[in-house]
């Protein structure tokens, strides 16, 4: 299973990005993959993540619905849109898969992409 995550980059606050993940090696329909960023200094932690076969989608609080999460299933890709940035979005996004359903619990995931980096300048 390969995870290859894009899109990041630098973009001032109130703008915007989409990062891809881009799944190969397998069928990911029994699959969630979420999104887990780390900013400097500080513990990696859960963003969103999605139910593939469901999509069903779930959000940690401090979203508070700037974020959406997508699945291209033709492209096995996983998006994830980012509005209204701030500069505390600050991090490097980690794309994630694991067997069956979400977990907000990064050690749950077994497949990690590198990661890409998205920086929010003020």
């Known amino acids: 299973v390969q995870l290859q995550a894009s899109g990041g980059g630098l973009v001032q606050a109130g703008g915007s990005l989409r990062l891809s993940c881009a799944a190969s090696g397998r069928t990911f329909s029994s699959y969630a993959l979420g999104w887990f960023r780390q900013a400097p200094g500080k513990e990696r932690e859960f963003v969103a993540a999605?139910?593939?076969?469901?999509?069903?989608?779930y959000y940690e609080a401090f979203v508070e619905g700037r974020f959406t999460i997508s699945r291209d299933n033709a492209k096995n890709t996983v998006y994830l849109q980012m509005n209204s940035l701030k500069p505390e979005d600050t991090a490097v996004y980690y794309c994630?898969?694991?067997?069956?359903?979400?977990?907000?619990?990064?050690?749950?995931?077994?497949?990690w992409g590198r990661g890409t980096l998205v920086t929010v300048s003020s």
């Open positions: 994630a898969a694991r067997s069956g359903i979400y977990s907000d619990n990064d050690y749950d995931y077994t497949y």
């Open positions: 999605i139910n593939w076969r469901s999509g069903s989608q």
